[in-house]
T-cell receptor, first 110, second 113 residues
């Protein structure tokens, strides 16, 4: 079955890098995603990576995919207080639905 | 496009009452998804539609929950009768064939007292 796991919390100092990790079980995953949810809001797509890639960079965001270990990470460089939110890893495989992880709550302190 | 539109934003109801949540997907998107978010369970997929047809409702918790999509621009999620444990934020999302286009609404926060 499909399962996506994340650690629940991460706390970093402003200006440091944040690394949020995710593991998944479905080897047929085609796309993997990172979503951000700010308090009281819906989920916003941050970035995604296709399963035949191993890295994608988009401004302060770097996504690394280790397909062999089924491990996905999101690195946020120069983390700001506005980055405080819940970050969800998600995947789609051979179905049309998006399977989400448990979410990682990122707290950025001054 | 205004994005995925959900209504109401907040709903407070008494146990036993019927609750109807509404969603208007992005025009042209042929997939529509209903999710529920709670602290205990995180984000759960309840049901999804393709071209207005329900494809997978295995996430619907029980018979008190029902969802319809009478046309391409409107869907409802109904709970009858509602119970306190149904309190959650309910999200609607729509997409094209690929997951890249997944777009979420702002959610409906339901409180059943």
């Amino acid at each position: 079955g499909e399962d996506v796991e994340q650690s629940l919390f991460l706390s970093v100092r402003e200006g440091d890098s944040s690394v949020i990790n995710c593991t998944y079980t479905d080897s047929s995953s085609t796309y993997l995603y990172w979503y951000k949810q700010e308090p009281g809001a819906g989920l916003q797509l941050l970035t995604y990576i296709f399963s035949n890639m191993d890295m994608k960079q988009d401004q302060r965001l770097t996504v690394l995919l280790n397909k062999k270990d089924k491990h996905l990470s999101l690195r946020i460089a120069d983390t700001q207080t506005g980055d405080s939110a819940i970050y969800f890893c998600a995947e789609t495989a051979d179905t049309d639905k998006l399977i989400f992880g448990t979410g990682t709550r990122l707290q950025v302190f001054p | 496009d205004a994005g995925v539109i959900q209504s109401p934003r907040h709903e407070v109801t008494e146990m036993g009452q019927e609750v109807t949540l509404r969603c208007k997907p992005i025009s042209g998107h042929d997939y529509l998804f209903w999710y529920r978010q709670t602290m205990m369970r995180g984000l759960e997929l309840l049901i999804y539609f393709n071209n207005n047809v329900p494809i997978d409702d295995s996430g619907m918790p029980e018979d008190r929950f029902s969802a319809k999509m009478p046309n391409a621009s409107f869907s409802t999620l109904k709970i009858q009768p509602s119970e306190p444990r149904d309190s959650a934020v309910y999200f609607c999302a729509s997409s094209l064939r690929t997951g890249i286009s997944y777009t979420f609404g702002s959610g409906t926060r339901l409180t059943v007292v």
